[in-house]
C-alpha cells in the first residue's frame, strides 16, 4: 500500500489543477507501468499529468513537500526500463503527455514540447519545408523530452549525430522546482558549465525537461534507398568509407545479417527480401539533395556498380520509388519486433571504434554462441557510427541471461567501446555500469545528483545512485 505521503500529493494536484492532472484509475495507469519490451513491471498509485511547465514546476515543488519520489515518461517507446516505476509502489508517474504543442518554428529551429511526438514533429517541419534530421522505428510514439532525455541516436546519426548535436537549448524544471530556461539558443554564451547540455541524457534524474529547441535543415527534396547484399561486415566498412570518399550525402548506412532479415521476412506480414539470391550480410543505403534536380540515384547508382567491380558487394538494388524505399526502412525497423515475436531475446544497444566494428560483430557473436550454445547472436546497426544493436535469442536465453550480458559488456570494455550506445541506462544497466563504468566519470555524476537532487526524489534507481 502506499504511505501516506503519495495520498496527499495527489489531492493536492487535483485540488491545484483540477482531475485531468492526477489520474488514479488502475485501468489507466496500467499501460504505462510496463516497458516496451516487457522486462520491468513496476507500480504506481496514479499518473501526474501537467499541462505548462509552470504545472509542472509545482508539481515538483509538492512532490518535494511531501518527498514523494517522480518517474518522469513520455512515450514509454525506452529499451531500458528508464521510464518504469520500481514494484514497491513508492513514487508516481509524471506524465509530460499533455504538453504536446509546438510553440514555435522559424527556419533552422523548432521549439517543441517535451510531449509532442518524433512523428508530430515531422509533420510541422515538412509543413514549412524543412525536418528535423532524427528518426527511428519508434517516431510515432516517442516523445521530445523522451528523446532529449536519453540522448537518442536512430538512423541518421552518421550525417547529423544524436539528440545532443540537435539540441539548441532546453527548458526543464529541477529538482527545487525551479524553471532553467534554455530555449533561446545562443550560438555564443560562455557563462560557465552548460546546464542544457548536461540534461540531455540525464533520464529525468536531475530534473524534468518540458520543452527544447532543435536544430531544423532544409527538407528532402530527392532521396535514393537502395539494398546491397555481400560477403562480409569488413566489405560494408570498406563500401561505406568509397561512398564517403566520393560524397557528403549518404546520410543513412545500416547492416543487416542474413538472420535478422530472416526473421522480420518470418514475422513482419507484407515484408519481402529486396534482393533475390541470399547473402550472408545486407546493407540498407540512403542518400540524399536538398535539390530537386540533383538526383542522388545518379549519384548511388555508379557507386554501387563501382563497389560490385571492387567485390565489395554481391548484388544491389535501387528503390524504384517512394513506397519501395519505405519498403527497404521498414525491414530494418522492424528487426526488434521480429525479434520479440520469435521469443525470448536480450538486446544489447553498445558501441565500439568505427575501425573495430566489423571484427567485433562477427567475432563476438561467435564467442558467444561457443559459450552458449543454445543462444544464436546478431550484430546490426549503424555501421558509420559505431553504434551495434548486439541482440542474443534462443532458449538459453532465459537461463543464462546475466551471463551473456556481462560476457558481451566485458568484451565491448576490452574493445574500448560503451555499454550503451544510444538507449541509454535506465535500470537495466546500473549495476554493468558500476562495475564498468569509468571511475572518474561514475564519482562525477554521483557529485551531480547529489547536488542537484539531494532528496533523491527524480527517477531514484536509474542512471546512477
Not at 560494408?236 to 568509397?242: G, K, N, T, V
Not at 561467435?366 to 547472436?377: G, I, Q, S, T, W
Not at 547536488?451 to 527524480?458: F, R, V, Y
Request: aromatic residues 4%.
Amino acid at each position: 500500500m502506499p504511505s501516506e505521503p503519495i495520498p496527499a500529493l495527489i489531492a493536492a494536484v487535483r485540488d491545484r489543477f483540477g482531475p485531468k492532472a492526477a489520474v488514479s484509475d488502475p485501468a489507466d495507469i496500467e499501460p504505462w507501468l510496463t516497458d516496451w519490451r516487457g522486462r520491468f513491471h513496476g507500480q504506481a498509485a496514479a499518473i501526474l499529468s501537467p499541462a505548462s511547465t509552470e504545472e509542472v514546476a509545482a508539481i515538483v515543488g509538492l512532490a518535494a513537500e511531501h518527498r514523494v519520489p517522480l518517474v518522469p515518461q513520455g512515450g514509454n517507446t525506452g529499451m531500458v526500463g528508464g521510464a518504469t516505476p520500481p514494484p514497491d509502489g513508492s513514487t508516481l508517474i509524471i506524465s509530460l503527455r499533455r504538453m504536446n504543442r509546438l510553440r514555435a518554428i522559424d527556419t533552422g529551429v523548432a521549439v517543441a514540447e517535451a510531449g509532442m511526438t518524433l512523428a508530430d514533429l515531422h509533420a510541422k517541419a515538412d509543413e514549412t519545408g524543412q525536418r528535423f534530421p532524427l528518426t527511428l522505428g519508434a517516431r510515432g510514439s516517442c516523445t521530445i523530452g523522451g528523446l532529449t532525455a536519453t540522448n537518442a541516436g536512430g538512423t541518421q546519426v552518421l550525417k547529423f549525430g544524436t539528440m545532443r548535436s540537435l539540441v539548441l537549448g532546453v527548458e526543464a524544471v529541477l529538482p527545487d522546482g525551479s524553471i532553467h530556461d534554455g530555449l533561446s539558443g545562443l550560438k555564443k554564451d560562455n557563462r560557465g558549465y552548460n546546464l542544457d547540455q548536461l540534461l540531455v541524457g540525464s533520464e529525468g534524474t536531475i530534473g524534468i525537461i518540458t520543452a527544447a529547441a532543435l536544430r531544423l535543415v532544409p527538407a528532402v527534396a530527392a532521396r535514393s534507398v537502395a539494398w546491397a547484399g555481400l560477403a562480409d561486415p569488413q566489405r560494408a566498412l570498406d563500401l561505406l568509407r568509397l561512398m564517403q570518399s566520393r560524397t557528403d550525402r549518404i546520410e543513412g548506412f545500416e547492416i543487416i545479417p542474413a538472420d535478422c532479415l530472416d526473421l522480420v521476412l518470418q514475422h513482419i506480414p507484407g515484408t519481402r527480401s529486396p534482393l533475390g539470391g541470399r547473402h550472408a550480410w545486407h546493407v540498407l543505403i540512403e542518400a540524399t539533395s536538398d535539390a530537386a534536380d540533383n538526383d542522388p540515384a545518379e549519384l548511388l547508382q555508379p557507386l554501387l556498380a563501382e563497389a560490385l567491380e571492387r567485390g565489395l558487394i554481391e548484388d544491389a538494388t535501387l528503390a524504384a520509388n517512394e513506397s519501395q524505399a519505405e519498403a527497404f526502412w521498414r525491414i530494418r525497423d522492424s528487426i526488434s519486433e521480429a525479434e520479440r515475436a520469435d521469443g525470448p531475446t536480450i538486446a544489447h544497444d553498445i558501441s565500439v571504434p568505427v575501425a573495430d566494428m566489423p571484427r567485433f560483430m562477427t567475432v563476438t557473436a561467435a564467442e558467444v554462441e561457443a559459450a552458449f550454445p543454445a543462444c544464436k547472436a546478431s550484430g546490426f546497426g549503424h555501421l558509420g557510427d559505431g553504434n551495434v544493436h548486439f541482440h542474443v535469442r534462443g532458449d538459453g536465453v532465459p537461463k543464462h541471461g546475466p551471463a551473456i550480458t556481462q560476457m558481451v559488456y566485458d568484451l565491448v570494455t576490452l574493445a574500448g567501446g560503451s555499454i550503451s550506445a544510444e538507449h541509454g541506462i535506465g535500470q537495466m544497466k546500473l549495476e554493468e555500469l558500476e562495475r564498468l563504468g569509468p571511475p572518474a566519470k561514475l564519482h562525477a555524476m554521483r557529485a551531480i545528483k547529489q547536488a542537484l537532487d539531494p532528496l533523491g526524489l527524480m527517477n531514484p534507481g536509474k542512471l546512477v545512485r
